[in-house]
């Protein structure tokens, strides 16, 4: 069964930072890229970043680059999202995806995705 936890969301100050972690059992992290995405309140799902299977690809939206970082630990089978200097607009539900293949490349599109997370809730306070 495959499975996808997130945790390390909470309440942030603006400009604060934040980690969030995606633990993955059931499947070979080797065999997927991975994603983060994300729905702000009242909003539709966005892609926030995307890895590739072996982590030397990254993709992130507009919004987000510079400030938040995508990182893998297959050994630990560890999806990774760093956030820095937050601000209201990163307020959202956070959810962690898979997507069997990608090499030198990862998709920032759901329907790509089979396998995701349940989410962690990240707030961002001013």
């Known amino acids: 069964q495959v499975r996808l936890v997130e945790s390390g969301g909470g309440l942030v100050q603006a400009g604060g930072s934040l980690r969030l972690s995606c633990t993955v059992s059931g499947l070979n992290l080797d065999d997927y890229s991975l994603a983060w995405f994300r729905r702000p309140p009242g909003k539709e799902r966005e892609a926030v970043s995307c890895i590739d299977l072996g982590g030397g690809e990254t993709r992130y939206i507009d919004s987000v680059k510079g400030r938040f970082t995508i990182s893998r630990d297959n050994a630990k089978s560890t999806l990774y999202l760093q956030m820095n200097n937050v601000n209201d607009e990163d307020t959202a539900m956070y959810h962690c995806?898979?997507?069997?293949?990608?090499?030198?490349?990862?998709?920032?599109?759901?329907?790509?995705?089979?396998?995701w997370g349940q989410g962690t809730q990240v707030t961002v306070s001013s």
């Open positions: 995806a898979a997507s069997y293949g990608g090499s030198q490349w990862c998709a920032m599109l759901p329907g790509n995705y089979n396998d």
